[in-house]
């Protein structure tokens, strides 16, 4: 299984960017998806938890700093998860992991840039 982030990039302050995570590979079942994000001046180790989804789509936890502006959903036909992002703030500019809890598996990661 392989993780495949897309969509970051440079965005003004209130704008919006919508990342994916393509899932490729074998797979037994669905997965829950987690999406991550480590800022600039952050290890590893100090990665946010941004949102989860769990198979079938129908729950979903959102981390307080982003509840009301991201939306995470799921295509299962693309095995895409996507994080849609509104109302962009400067302290949202990280580098956002897609995570496989249950493989213990990340993807390379996609960098998101909140600046005027």
């Known amino acids: 299984v392989q993780l495949m982030e897309s969509g970051g990039g440079l965005v003004q302050p209130g704008g919006s960017l919508r990342l994916s995570c393509l899932i490729s590979g074998f797979t037994r079942h669905s997965h829950v998806v987690a999406w991550y994000r480590q800022a600039p001046d952050k290890e590893r180790e100090e990665r946010e938890w941004?949102?989860?989804?769990?198979?079938?789509?129908?729950?979903?936890n959102y981390a307080d700093s982003v509840k009301g502006r991201f939306t995470i959903s799921r295509d299962s036909a693309k095995n895409t998860v996507y994080l849609q992002m509104n109302d962009l703030k400067p302290e949202d500019s990280a580098i956002y992991y897609c995570y496989l809890p249950g493989d213990d598996l990340w993807g390379q990661g996609t960098q998101v840039t909140v600046s005027s």
């Open positions: 941004v949102s989860t989804i769990r198979p079938g789509g129908l729950f979903t």
